[in-house]
């Protein structure tokens, strides 16, 4: 990530957070969920307008924006009319994602392009326990509780990787389908098979039915917390959930199976990837998008930046390298990260499209 776009977050940040202060409704949201004036400005909590400001604030400023307005639209926040949640990383905001309070779109909308890494993963460092939950405001509710957790939010289990910590605890999301205990079992799993670690399940059972942390807490204090029966992954009891043809079970052993076979197809994935990445050739595919031949210069290939709103050429194409960079704030990469950013389209998509339409096939 460059210098500009975290200085851009940076000020976002800032802005969303002061327009939080001042919202009452966005407000009185987190505080109903349990979340305290202190929580939320220690996490930097924020509010994004209904009306653009955040665009032109940073463009008067000449830092890059386009990835905090809508892709169609450059005058409409991107994260319009919702709680915004930064990435922090010491004062730096690498990332953000949000969550609707008015039940209008997505409950999580991320920024585009992937997640990075997991929300509130500076409390890893030092950690001799991490709890890992769903959601960045459960997440934080925990921490107000003087409990260190991280939030997965849906994605890849290959951010768990580095978590070289001894003890991890899972709280699943409670829902009809049990698609979230289903999702914590294949997590509990998938970390045994990397490093016998071994995860913990908690449930948080409060009159009769399992909640989430946010509830939960407003009921419950931390000594109650601390009394919770901690279950071992692998014996939980097997989840039955409602199938396409009735009732179905899910089990940890399942769960452990599956994982095996997938590290057989990860391997041969690696090799596919770095076929595409050899075999695709950057410097058309951006002639493609930008209809233009682009300004040789060097050992570069000029291009009007199709990322963001450019005037000047400001991408610049390695042929030797099969890479990218824009100097305009958009970052840089390989033929794959530029596919996805520019289609808005996760990694597997963007294989697919390079293959069918560039590769023929
Ligand atoms: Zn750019």
């Given at each position: 990530?460059t ?11 800032e ?19 349990g ?211 009735g ?27 770095a ?12 002639r ?44 840089g ?9 520019i ?6 998509q ?12």
């Amino acid at each position: 990530m460059t210098d500009v776009i975290v200085k851009a977050n940076n000020i976002s940040t800032e802005f969303y957070h002061s327009f939080l202060l001042g919202s009452s409704q966005p407000l009185e949201y987190l505080k109903s969920r349990g979340l305290s004036m202190n929580s939320i400005e220690k996490f930097k909590l924020g509010f994004a307008t209904n009306v653009s400001l955040i665009g032109n604030l940073l463009r008067a400023k000449g830092l890059p924006f386009s990835h905090l307005v809508k892709k169609d639209n450059d005058s409409e926040d991107y994260f319009k009319e919702r709680i915004v949640i930064p990435f922090l990383d010491g004062d730096n905001t690498i990332f953000f994602t949000s969550r609707s309070i008015y039940d209008i779109g997505t409950r999580h909308l991320h920024l585009r392009g992937g997640i990075p890494t997991l929300y509130n993963s500076n409390t890893l460092l030092d950690a001799k326990y991490v709890f890992i939950v769903e959601s960045p405001l459960d997440a934080i509710t925990l921490e107000q509780n003087g409990i260190r957790a991280v939030a997965k939010l849906g994605t890849g289990l290959n951010l768990l990787e580095n978590l070289l910590i001894p003890q991890i605890f899972l709280i699943p999301d409670i829902e009809e389908s049990r698609v979230g205990e289903i999702d914590a079992i294949k997590t509990a799993a998938y970390l045994y098979s990397i490093g016998n670690i071994d995860v913990r399940i908690v449930y948080l059972p409060s009159n009769g039915v399992k909640v989430d942390p946010n509830l939960w807490f407003m009921d419950h204090t931390i000594e109650e917390f601390r009394k919770l029966p901690i279950i071992q992954a692998r014996d939980v009891e097997p989840i039955i959930f409602p199938g396409l043809h009735g009732p179905e079970t899910f089990t940890f052993e399942q769960a452990a199976q599956k994982t095996r076979v997938k590290k057989d197809v990860v391997a041969k994935t690696g090799d596919e990837v770095a076929e595409i990445k050899r075999k695709a050739n950057l410097l058309e595919i951006m002639r493609d998008y930008t209809n233009s031949q682009g300004i040789q210069t060097g050992e570069a290939v000029l291009f009007l930046c199709p990322l963001h709103n450019d005037r000047n050429p400001s991408l610049a194409i390695y042929p030797a390298t099969q890479s990218w960079c824009c100097f305009g704030g958009c970052g840089g990469g390989d033929v794959i990260n530029f596919i996805q950013r520019i289609e808005d389209i996760n990694f597997k998509q963007a294989l697919e499209l390079i293959k069918t339409r560039y590769l023929g096939d």
